[in-house]
């Protein structure tokens, strides 16, 4: 993004110093509520990263749980077979 005096002299060259009085102080309003907005949406996304993060460790978590489910389901399994054996 151009610095500030790099956009000045362009209005400047475009509207002329009178232009660029007018224009310059409406352009420097939008440009820091743009960045209050972008600022904004950032910590939003390092909210969503976050609750992103949780979810992909509770899906490591339910996916160790469905693996214990079945580790204890062949456990359950092959005592009742020892079971029936005897």
């Known amino acids: 993004m151009p ?3 790099e956009i000045e ?3 400047k060259k475009h509207f002329g110093e009178a232009g660029s009085e007018r224009i310059m102080p409406e ?3 939008k440009v820091e509520e ?3 907005e972008v600022e904004e949406l ?3 996304v390092r909210e969503l990263r976050k609750k992103v993060e949780k979810i992909d ?3 490591e978590m339910l996916e160790s749980a469905g693996q214990l489910a079945i580790l204890k389901e062949m ?3 092959a005592g009742e077979k020892v079971v029936e054996e005897d």
Do not use: M
């Open 3 to 5: 610095h500030e005096d």
């Open 9 to 11: 002299k362009a209005v």
């Open 27 to 29: 352009l420097r309003e």
């Open 34 to 36: 743009q960045s209050s």
């Open 42 to 44: 950032r910590g939003e």
């Open 57 to 59: 460790k509770l899906g």
């Open 75 to 77: 456990i359950r399994e």
